[in-house]
């Protein structure tokens, strides 16, 4: 099994999920685009796609961030998808797919930063993928936008703050606008490199100071996301495609 992952900043790394990757023995490479990495040109050399998060959207421009290729990452995803490979994408990355796939992104009703709760729907509740879930979760965040849903997008979970949380768009391919990912270890880059979201804090209801971003409990989060994981590889393993 090898897994890509397409990292956009060095403050925003795979967390969890290369914990699960490099434990099960998997095979794993990085495209760094804030390194100058290029995107990978032949989806065949991987089996499952992460596209991580980013402060950018979907709009960004090479101006403003020369090492993000929103075009070039749609098409990614897009031959990803066409070759049936298991595709993730978190917080921006949800977004790509969701525009990758024709559904453009949008602007969140509320920016979620910190530790908030997740509720599944009816679709996430019967999704096997997330068996190890309760109703409700403490999960977390950090954005402001959130991905967009094709026709035969199913939302599995929303907040409070946003009603796009987990989308599944496929059986292969699932958006997280939440992250499942976080760690302990990457929430102080994480804030260092995000001062500019906390000048207007008190103005929203889902944005936690930086002390109770730090205190956040990651090990319950992190233990779904494993569950979810491998039940994905194995979802990708009985379809006979590796």
């Known amino acids: 099994m090898h897994i890509q992952f397409v990292i956009h900043e060095a403050f925003e790394g795979p967390g969890y999920f290369e914990y699960w990757a490099l434990r099960n023995g998997f095979k794993t490479s990085y495209t760094r685009l804030y390194c100058g990495d290029r995107l990978p040109e032949n989806v065949l050399g991987f089996d499952i796609l992460i596209v991580l998060g980013g402060p950018q959207n979907p709009s960004t421009s090479r101006d403003k961030s020369p090492h993000f290729d929103a075009i070039g990452e749609k098409k990614l995803i897009s031959e990803a998808i066409a070759h049936n490979k298991t ?30 709760p997740i509720t599944l729907t009816d679709h996430g509740i019967n999704d096997p993928l997330l068996s190890k879930f309760n109703a409700e979760e403490m999960v ?8 967009g849903l094709t026709k035969n997008a199913e939302i599995l979970a929303f907040s409070q703050g946003c009603p796009r949380q987990i989308v599944r768009y496929s059986p292969l391919v699932y958006g997280f606008q939440c992250h499942l990912e976080l760690t302990p270890f990457e929430l102080p880059d994480l804030l260092e490199n995000s001062r500019e979201l906390f000048k207007n804090r008190n103005d929203h209801k889902f944005i936690q100071s930086e002390h109770e971003i730090l205190d956040m409990q990651t090990s319950r989060m992190n233990h779904l996301l494993e569950s979810f994981l491998d039940g994905l590889v ?3 393993l009985q379809k006979g495609i590796k």
């Not at 797919?97 to 908030?116: H, K, Q, R």
């Open 140 to 147: 977390g965040h950090w954005h402001s936008d959130m991905p």
């Open 234 to 236: 194995e979802k990708y």
């Open 87 to 116: 595709v993730i994408g978190v917080c921006l990355g949800a977004q790509l797919i969701g525009e990758a796939l024709g559904a453009d992104y949008t602007t969140s009703p509320e920016p979620e930063i910190g530790s908030f």
